[in-house]
T-cell receptor, first 113, second 114 residues
Framework: DAGITQSPRYKITETGRQVTLMCHQT?????MFWYRQDLGHGLRLIYY???????DKGEVPDGYVVSRSKTENFPLTLESATRSQTSVYFC????????????FGPGTRLTVT | DAKTTQPPSMDCAEGRAANLPCNHS???????VYWYRQIHSQGPQYIIH???NNETNEMASLIITEDRKSSTLILPHATLRDTAVYYC???????????????FGKGTHLIIQP
């Protein structure tokens, strides 16, 4: 399917477990982003990537790790999940030469118990 | 990036035009105005953007005042499916560069009434 997809859509995990959220886009966009959305905070940028093997921290990177070995994939890993990481996570992408027209995935709702 | 101010909520009757205001009085000359919306439980969706001229696409129109200190997003014939949170974002657009993300505020919760 064309577009940007995220998996899983829903995940429940326990404190201390490692969790990886997947993001895949079919447009060959250079830039990809991870945001989290919590009540009262709106969307906050966790990490972003300008191209394969180039990543950088956003506003709230602590507790998260990203990698980008292929242009189309941008996984987000919680190395040791905490309850404060319970959130809805959105992946987004945009074209290098475009404007800030970002395309968002459907989100992953993560609950850490 | 310039700060934006939006009303927290608005109502509009189905079939009427929905006019969503945004104040960005500290906008600088190279900053664009972007509008996104987020329908409940979905990811944000790009609507439109502009620099100083009015813009129109299949979804909406964007009217930017001459002094660029405010703008209005217009949904010409609102439907129930337009009920969403609408975000006004001001951002420098750096073609070919600038990977940092968007800063979303609290937006305006637009409720379309049947």
């Amino acid at each position: 399917d064309a577009g940007i997809t995220q998996s899983p859509r829903y995940k429940i995990t326990e404190t201390g477990r490692q969790v990886t959220l997947m993001c895949h886009q079919t447009w060959s966009h250079s830039y990809m982003f991870w945001y989290r959305q919590d009540l009262g905070h709106g969307l906050r940028l966790i990490y972003y990537s300008a191209a394969a093997d180039i990543t950088d921290k956003g506003e709230v990177p602590d507790g998260y790790v990203v990698s980008r070995s292929k242009t189309e994939n941008f996984p987000l890993t919680l190395e040791s999940a905490t309850r404060s990481q319970t959130s809805v996570y959105f992946c987004a992408s945009r074209d290098r030469l475009g404007s800030y027209e970002q395309y968002f995935g459907p989100g992953t709702r993560l609950t850490v118990t | 990036d310039a700060k934006t101010t939006q009303p927290p909520s608005m109502d509009c009757a189905e079939g009427r035009a929905a006019n969503l205001p945004c104040n960005h009085s500290t906008i600088s000359g190279n900053e664009y105005v972007y509008w996104y919306r987020q329908i409940h439980s979905q990811g944000p969706q790009y609507i439109i953007h502009g620099l100083k001229n009015n813009e129109t696409n299949e979804m909406a129109s964007l009217i930017i005042t001459e002094d660029r200190k405010s703008s209005t997003l217009i949904l010409p014939h609102a439907t129930l499916r337009d009920t969403a949170v609408y975000y006004c974002i001001v951002r420098v657009s750096r073609s070919g560069g600038g990977a940092d993300g968007l800063t979303f505020g609290k937006g305006t919760h637009l409720i379309i009434q049947p």
